[in-house]
């Protein structure tokens, strides 16, 4: 098979274990938990793939795990058909030099130290793709790439505004090609101002280079707008994948139609077809998560349904439904219905 015809990156049974922390009991083994728990997903050449979840979902973590920073407990990770095993130090160096993350916080992401010349040099001295002679030109054509002058090169990261380190971050990103970028929150952290501005260039790239990109974020107009598919992610399983404007007109999770009613934006715009959905309580902590179908002890249609017993004692597993679509409930097509209040609260 020729690498074209590879998705960009295919994510297979990916779990990620983190020690829990607090005391523990003298010589017994140091208690973990699943922050990623057999996560799969494919991304197409040129093609953006929305993340949502609330905060501690595990996003970041599938984020980390993709560029090597995390070590996996179980799973594999190919890229444009190549294998790496995150669980091995030999597949995350792989994976670093394959794939590139932008993250949320710009003045963090950058060294204070190093001017932005020296910082745009390391990806290509680190992989060895240009030759010192050549290093001035390419720092600066990158700098161009990103909407920036050639004569920053020369500056230090406090001269710049957030959205301008932004774009210092996606260059180096880019420097080398990379089939796939992981942007976690970019823009986020910026002025509403230069969001869009922010968002333009991530697609204008990926338009010119065919890269794959997945865009984790909380804000589902941005993902509707940029994403051309969005996976859904809670207490770190995903619970559904589709195409994105069909998942906003129509969730097929009702954790889904739960994030959707609680979007101002989107809210407006169903207000007459849907009431609003509280998602009552905290997302449960992943060192206790529920029997069964995880996100049971928050689900309106649970309630609904009368809190079947199936919902507490089985997982649900994400099948793929008639439609394309992928959901990991054991009644997908009633949680696109208009939403009523639950009917008896479940004990
Ligand atoms: N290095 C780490 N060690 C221990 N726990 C972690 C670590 N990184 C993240 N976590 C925990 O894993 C869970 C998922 O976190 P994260 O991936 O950051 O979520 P999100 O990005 O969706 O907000 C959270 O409970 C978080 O506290
Ligand atoms: S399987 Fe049951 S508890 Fe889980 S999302 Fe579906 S209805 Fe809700
Ligand atoms: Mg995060």
Redesign the pocket.
């Known amino acids: 098979m020729s690498q074209n015809s590879h998705p960009a990156l295919e994510i297979r049974d990916l779990s990620v274990e983190?020690?829990a922390s607090g005391n523990r009991a003298l010589f017994k083994k140091p208690a973990t938990f699943k922050?990623l728990n057999g996560v799969s997903l494919d991304i197409q050449q040129g093609e953006v793939v929305g993340l949502i979840?609330e905060?501690?979902?595990?996003?970041?973590?599938?984020g980390k795990a993709i560029v090597g920073l995390t070590e996996t407990s179980t799973g594999s990770i190919h890229v444009k058909g190549q294998h790496t095993d995150p669980a091995r130090a030999s597949g995350r160096r792989a994976l670093a030099q394959l794939v590139q993350m932008v993250f949320q916080d710009p003045y963090s992401s950058l060294h204070p130290r190093k001017t932005i010349g020296t910082t745009l040099s390391e990806p290509f001295l680190i992989q060895g793709t240009v030759s010192r002679d050549k290093l001035q030109s390419r720092v600066q054509s990158l700098l161009q790439r990103v909407g920036l002058s050639p004569d920053h090169a020369a500056r230090y990261p406090q001269h710049f505004s957030g959205g301008q380190r932004q774009r210092i971050a996606i260059a180096r990103a880019i420097a080398n090609d990379p089939p796939v970028i992981i942007a976690d929150e970019p823009v986020s952290a910026l002025d509403v101002s230069v969001q869009a501005q922010i968002l333009n260039l991530l697609d204008d790239l990926r338009t010119e280079q065919n890269m794959a990109m997945l865009f984790i974020s909380h804000d589902l107009s941005v993902v509707r707008h940029l994403c051309q598919r969005v996976a859904v992610?809670y207490l770190g399983r995903i619970v559904e994948i589709g195409a994105a404007k069909e998942m906003t007109a129509g969730p097929a999770h009702p954790y889904t139609t739960a994030l959707l009613s609680a979007a101002p934006r989107v809210k407006a715009r169903n207000r007459a077809q849907a009431a609003p959905i509280v998602l009552s309580g905290d997302v449960p902590s992943?060192a206790a998560i529920p029997s069964g179908c995880p996100f049971h002890t928050r689900c309106w249609l649970y309630e609904q349904k009368g809190c079947p017993a199936r919902c507490r004692t089985e997982t649900p597993r994400l099948e793929t439904l008639p439609s394309g679509r992928q959901s990991a409930c054991f009644f997908p097509k009633e949680a696109a219905a208009p939403a009523r209040p639950p009917a008896a609260a479940c004990s």
């Open positions: 983190f020690r922050a979840g905060s501690g979902s595990g996003k970041t973590t599938l992610m992943h």
